[in-house]
């Protein structure tokens, strides 16, 4: 069974609900016949590289809340991530374009570390003092960190192609879906789940897409072939029977 999620670094929800789903799937009776693969959703795609600002300046500018308010929001989601076990900043961190991270995540997911990138990604984003935007060569110490070489790092940010037609595939697959935020999970392409729900949900999910996948249907031809099994190898009928002689 396959379990997509589709998510943006710059999410708090999406560090909670990546916690909450591990949760979930770490009492999963199946867990090592799920695989998980995540996937890109920028949260604000048209931002420019450099146009950085400090979360609580975002907060109050894009949903006109008063700072008062945006602390209380920020205070809210540490207490959030804190019972997660998930470490979290909730003053003095930057918001920004989370495009190359993105990219650099399809990069990692070749060399089989997407999974280790991203937790670094979050960490340094909700909980480390240094700021993950802008800076190429803090996101080449997180690679490095995930396992990743650091100089085909450098070499995916320094050009804006590498991965990008990933990236908008993921973005324009999530408009299909209907994701309209993050995170989403979608599981064997049949169950939706949005949000950071709680890990109950979760379990519930993972059991009845589990519970529900089709059985295998045998395609025969209408006769049993040959084959082989715990007990050896049938033997052909035929003029020279020890070509095909019980292994």
């Known amino acids: 069974m396959r379990v997509e999620i589709w998510s ?29 693969v995540h996937r890109s959703f920028e949260l604000d795609p048209h931002r420019a590289k450099n146009d950085i600002e400090p979360v609580l300046t975002m907060l109050t500018r894009k949903y006109g809340m008063s700072e008062a308010q945006a602390e209380a929001g920020e205070d809210n989601l540490g207490a959030q991530a804190a019972a997660e076990g998930l470490p979290y900043r909730a003053r003095g961190r930057d918001h920004g374009g989370t495009f190359d991270m993105h990219r650099l995540l399809h990069f990692a997911r070749e ?9 670094l990604l979050y960490r340094a984003n909700f909980a480390e003092e ?14 490095g960190a995930a396992g990743l070489d650091t100089d085909a790092a450098r070499t995916v940010l320094a050009d804006p192609e590498a991965y990008a037609a990933e990236v908008r595939a993921d973005e324009s697959e999530a408009a299909q879906l209907g994701a309209r935020g993050v995170p989403f999970f979608v599981l064997d392409r049949k169950y939706g789940v949005s949000g950071a729900q709680p890990v109950e949900v979760f379990t519930q999910a993972l059991t ?20 082989c099994g715990p007990d050896g190898c049938e033997v052909p009928q035929g003029e020279n029977p020890q070509a095909g002689a019980d292994v």
Do not use: M, N
């Not at 943006?8 to 998980?36: N, Q």
């Not at 060399?111 to 937790?119: F, P, T, V, Y």
């Not at 295998?216 to 006769?223: A, F, R």
């Open 8 to 36: 943006d670094i710059a999410c708090p929800w999406c560090y909670v609900g990546k916690a909450r789903f591990e949760k979930a799937l770490a009492s999963f009776p199946h867990r090592d016949g799920v695989e998980v």
């Open 111 to 119: 060399h089989g570390r997407q999974e280790q990138l991203l937790d």
């Open 130 to 143: 240094r700021s993950v935007f802008g800076d190429d060569e803090r996101l080449v110490e997180v690679a």
């Open 208 to 227: 009845q897409a589990w519970g529900e996948r089709p059985p295998l249907t045998l395609v025969t031809g209408g006769t049993d072939a040959e084959a």
